[in-house]
C-alpha cells in the first residue's frame, strides 16, 4: 500500500533533517508566506565566546570578575551562560557554588556565591537610562554606569554581545562575547526570500547595533531588536495581523512563548532548549538552516497532492 502523501511528506521531511510533529504541521508549513528568525542559537552558532572581561570598579580582578560570573551562570541553559562558565574553566579559574540560582528568560541570571549576590544580565536597564544609579543617589554609581554605557556601546558596534556583571547591586564589570553567523544563512534568507516572495524577519533579545551588522551579512532588512519574550510574541503576532502567515524559528526558553503564537514554530534541535523543543510544531534535527527552505517545499508539493 501507498503511504498518503501528507505521511510520506513527513518521513521525507524526517529524513532531511526536520523532525515535523503531525500531519496538521505538515500542512501549515506548505502555506507560510514568511520566516521569522531568532538570532542567537538561531542564525548564529549559539556558541558564543567570551572576548573581553573589562572591571568597571577598580577593587576586583578581571579573573576573580569571571569567576564570580561563571559561578552565577553554571546552571544557565542559555549559551552566553555556558560560554562564560567555559571561559573561566578554560581559564582555569576556580568555580563556586553558587545557590539561590534565578533565571529571567531574554535578561539573564542571579545566585549568591560566596555570600554576595551576583547578577549577570544584558545592559537593558543602563540603555534605558541608569535610573538604578540614580535611585541610589550616589554620584560614584551615576559615574560607572556612565562608563559602562560607554563600554556596552563599545562593544555592542564591535558586533559583540556585552554583558553586565553586579556584586551585591555594585555594577563591577562588563563582558563581551562574540559568536559565529551560521554558514548557509545569506544562502537560506535569499532562499527563503524567493520561495515566499517575503524577505525574513529577525527578532532578538540581543541589542540593535550587534542585531543590525547580523542582519546585514545575512541579507535581513527587517530587524528587530532588545526584545523580551513577550515582546517577540506580539511582534509574531502584529506580522500575523499584516497577513503573514508565519514560521518562528527559534532555540530559547524566550522563543517559547513565539513559537507557540507562530503559525509554525520551529525549534533548532541542537542548540535548543527542552522549553523550545516541546513548545515548536517542528524540529531541525540537523543542524543546517537550508533544511527550513526545503521542508517548505516538500510541504507544498505535498499540500498539492492532497487537494
Ligand atoms: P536572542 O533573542 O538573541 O536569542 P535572548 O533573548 O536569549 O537573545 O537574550 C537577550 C539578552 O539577554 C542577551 O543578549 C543578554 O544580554 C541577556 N541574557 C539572557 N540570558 C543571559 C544569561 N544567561 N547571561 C547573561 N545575559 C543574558
Ligand atoms: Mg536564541
Request: hydrophobic share 50%; proline share 5%.
Given at each position: 500500500a501507498t503511504m498518503p502523501p501528507l505521511l510520506a511528506a513527513i518521513a521525507t521531511a524526517g529524513r532531511h533533517g526536520v523532525l515535523v510533529k503531525s500531519a496538521v504541521v505538515l500542512e501549515r508549513l506548505g502555506t507560510v508566506t514568511q520566516v521569522a528568525f531568532d538570532k542567537t542559537g538561531t542564525l548564529t552558532e549559539g556558541r558564543p565566546h567570551l572576548t573581553e572581561v573589562r572591571?568597571?570598579?577598580?577593587?576586583?580582578?578581571?579573573?576573580?570578575?569571571?569567576?564570580?560570573?561563571?559561578?552565577?551562570?553554571?546552571?544557565?541553559?542559555?549559551?552566553?551562560?555556558r560560554a562564560v562558565v567555559q571561559a573561566a574553566r578554560t581559564a582555569?579559574?576556580?568555580i563556586a557554588r553558587a545557590y539561590e540560582f534565578g533565571s529571567e528568560p531574554g535578561r539573564g541570571v542571579r545566585a549568591r556565591v560566596d555570600g554576595m549576590l551576583v547578577e549577570v544580565a544584558g545592559p537593558a536597564q543602563l540603555v534605558a537610562g541608569g535610573r538604578e544609579a540614580a535611585g541610589r543617589g550616589?554620584?560614584?554609581?551615576?559615574?560607572?554606569?556612565?562608563v559602562a554605557r560607554e563600554v556596552v556601546g563599545e562593544f555592542q558596534r564591535g558586533g559583540h554581545t556585552a554583558v553586565?556583571?553586579?556584586?551585591?547591586?555594585?555594577?563591577?564589570?562588563?563582558?563581551?562575547?562574540?559568536?559565529?553567523?551560521?554558514?548557509g544563512a545569506a544562502a537560506t534568507v535569499a532562499r527563503l526570500?524567493?520561495?515566499?516572495?517575503?524577505?525574513?524577519v529577525l527578532l532578538t533579545g540581543d541589542n540593535g547595533p550587534a542585531a543590525?551588522?547580523?542582519?546585514?551579512?545575512?541579507?535581513?532588512?527587517d530587524v528587530r531588536a532588545d526584545l523580551l519574550p513577550g515582546d517577540k510574541m506580539e511582534a509574531v503576532a502584529d506580522l500575523q495581523r499584516q497577513g503573514a502567515r508565519l514560521a518562528l524559528v527559534g532555540d530559547?526558553?524566550?522563543?517559547?512563548?513565539?513559537?507557540?503564537?507562530?503559525?509554525?514554530?520551529?525549534?533548532?534541535?541542537?542548540?535548543?532548549?527542552?522549553?523550545?523543543?516541546?513548545?515548536?510544531?517542528?524540529?531541525?534535527?540537523?543542524?543546517?538552516?537550508?533544511?527550513?527552505?526545503?521542508?517548505?517545499?516538500?510541504?507544498?508539493?505535498?499540500?498539492?497532492?492532497?487537494?
Open positions: 572591571v568597571l570598579a577598580g577593587d576586583v580582578a578581571a579573573e576573580r570578575l569571571l569567576a564570580l560570573a561563571a559561578a552565577a551562570e553554571q546552571d544557565s541553559e542559555h549559551p552566553l551562560g582555569g579559574l576556580p550616589s554620584l560614584r554609581s551615576a559615574e560607572v554606569e556612565r553586565l556583571v553586579r556584586i551585591d547591586g555594585v555594577l563591577t564589570g562588563v563582558l563581551a562575547l562574540a559568536d559565529r553567523m551560521r554558514p526570500t524567493a520561495l515566499t516572495g517575503a524577505g525574513p543590525a551588522r547580523l542582519a546585514a551579512q545575512a541579507g535581513i532588512r530559547g526558553v524566550n522563543d517559547a512563548p513565539a513559537l507557540a503564537s507562530a503559525h509554525v514554530g520551529i525549534a533548532m534541535g541542537s542548540t535548543g532548549s527542552d522549553l523550545a523543543l516541546d513548545t515548536a510544531d517542528a524540529v531541525i534535527t540537523r543542524d543546517e538552516l537550508a533544511t527550513i527552505p526545503a521542508v517548505i517545499a516538500l510541504a507544498r508539493r505535498a499540500r498539492r497532492l492532497v487537494v
